[in-house]
Each structure stands twice: as C-alpha cells, then as structure tokens.
C-alpha cells in the first residue's frame, strides 16, 4: 500500500502532504529520511529557506537540495550554532541524542561550524527528557485521602450552612415577634 504523503505528491496535492508530513515529524526525533521528503514538499511549493533547512538537516549537499541547504546558512552565516540549532524544528531540539549526517557537519563546518563546537554545542542543548511527574491520581492511597479530606471539609461546609440557615430563621423570627408585639 502506497504512503499516504507520496499519493498526496503524486496527486500534487502538496498542502495535504506537507500536513502528513508535519504530523510526523511531531511524532519524531532526528530522521533524515523524513526530512529530505519534506524539504522536497516545502521545495515544490516555493517554500525555499524553510526546503533548505530541512535539507540541511537531512545532509544533502549535492544539487538544488545542496544550494538550498547553503542559501539558508548563508542568510544566517553570523548566527552561533547555539542560535542557528534553535531555528530547527523541536523534533530534532528535543531528541535525546542526535547524530548528525556527515553531508549536515560538511555545510555546518563549510559556514565556520567545526565539528568539535558542534558536539560541544549539542551536548548543551540536547537535554534527556524530564520523567512524567507523578499524578495524584497514580497513588490510591492519595486518592483515598483525598476523598476523606473532601469529605471533611464538605461536612464543615454543611455545617456551617446549617448554623447559618438557623441563625438566620432565629433572627426573622426575632424581627417577626417584634413586628407582631408592636401591633
């Protein structure tokens, strides 16, 4: 069965597959692969810089895909790695590690990037990610103090709602007595 995004291309329905290809790459972490197809997506729609990001990110130094990928470091040749990684898509800011294709180091380094403050750089920025915190509700024990907690604290309420209602009904009564003992 064919991929879904590559009938979308056939079909020139580019739109549809950027959107295929996108939910993807949210999916994901650094895939090559993933994002050659959607740096030729984004290159079939005229979307040059951001084709030529994904292009970097894929390695592809030769052709338009190689031209593309050196325009877009070209209008960011002053940037640091450290500002230049934060333009990239979180896919590849939150993979736990990342390794590089060599045609992605070789234009890195062609712009002033040397491998070494590349894995320096990467070492920094790419961070494990956080365990889920643990919920309340994992706990049955919490959940059932909880419940009891709500409990009490629904019982004082009630309480104090009921002293209210027959403090007020004592006070209309008072005033009722009064009126009628003026009459």
Not at 10 to 16: D, G, K, N, V
Not at 42 to 58: E, P
Not at 108 to 136: C, F, M, T, W
């Amino acid at each position: 069965m064919p991929d879904s995004a590559e009938v979308e291309i056939e079909r020139q329905r580019y739109w549809r597959a950027k959107e295929i290809l996108q939910g993807r790459l949210a999916a994901t972490g650094y895939d090559p692969e993933l994002f050659a197809r959607y740096a030729d997506v984004l290159a079939a729609m005229r979307d040059y810089d951001d084709a030529g990001r994904f292009d970097l990110l894929a390695g592809r130094v030769e052709g338009d895909a190689g031209s593309r990928a050196r325009a877009f470091l070209a209008r960011r040749a002053k940037r640091s790695f450290a500002q230049l990684w934060a333009e990239m898509p979180a896919a590849c800011r939150r993979a736990e590690t990342v390794r590089l294709p060599q045609g992605t180091i070789a234009l890195l380094n062609e712009y002033g990037h040397s491998p070494a403050k590349i894995d320096r750089h990467l070492a920094k920025l790419v961070r494990p990610q956080p365990q889920r915190r643990r919920r309340i509700l994992d706990d049955p024990a919490a959940v059932l103090r909880g419940q009891r907690t709500g409990l009490v604290i629904g019982a004082l309420l009630l309480v104090i709602l009921a002293v209210g209602v027959v403090g007020t009904m004592q006070i209309v009564m008072s005033a009722l007595a009064w009126v009628y003992n003026l009459l």
